[in-house]
């Protein structure tokens, strides 16, 4: 884990909020629209991603490295199988899942590959990967004021409301190294996926959807 979350569990839910100005609930509706069966959810985190599932009847299991936080997601879903488990090692047979998602988790895996591996050996044939991810917006006229607000902003942010400037300088530096929209279909290609992806807000953030061939 590039960065302990332990420290920033407590204020989580309330930066994400303000970061996206509330759209992060919006993001995570349209990625769960449509899933059923047994779901994973990869990097959990405070267990958002886990309750709209649950919310929608599916039967949810959530993995992630930070123990605050899946302390914070348990009291939020109680239905749900919350784990401490590492994506790059998931604690799981072959092809257990009908959907596997990750919200804003994936450009924090220390080994991209390895964990997307993982993410596709736990899900059944004809299974759906669902990934939610920030990226730098496309439009030279919006990066200009999208960076002033995730490079100066967001870390200000960080540091009033959840203590910690640093958590929230790492985050836009993570999302500058992730690869994104076709740079990152491509690496789910190669591993079997069918993949298609949707601009969301401007392409501030996108959603990927894989299905295992």
Not at 110 to 118: A, D, K
């Amino acid at each position: 884990m590039p960065y302990n979350f332990d420290t920033i569990a407590r204020d989580y839910d309330r930066m994400n909020r303000l970061m996206t100005l509330g759209l992060d609930r919006r993001w995570r509706k349209r990625a769960v629209k449509g899933l059923h069966g047994h779901v994973l959810d990869v990097a959990c985190g405070t267990g958002d991603m886990c309750l709209l599932l649950a919310k929608q009847g599916c039967s949810v299991t959530g993995v992630d490295l930070s123990e605050e936080m899946l302390n914070i997601a348990r009291k939020k879903t109680a239905s749900a199988n919350f784990q401490l488990g590492n994506a790059e090692a998931l604690p799981f047979p072959d092809a257990t899942f009908d959907a596997v998602t990750c919200a804003f988790g994936v450009r924090n895996f220390v080994h991209l590959e390895q964990g997307l591996n993982e993410m596709l050996r736990v899900l059944k044939p004809g299974g759906r990967m669902v990934i939610l991810e920030l990226a730098t917006p496309d439009s030279k006229l919006i990066r200009p004021f999208y960076n002033l607000y995730t490079k100066h902003i967001i870390p200000w942010l960080g540091a009033r409301i959840a203590g910690s400037r640093a958590a929230y300088t790492y985050l836009p530096q993570s999302i500058e190294r992730f690869p994104k929209g076709e740079a990152f279909m491509q690496k789910l290609r190669s591993m079997g996926f069918r993949v298609r992806q949707e601009k969301l807000t401007l392409g501030v953030c996108r959603l990927y959807v894989a299905e295992k061939e």
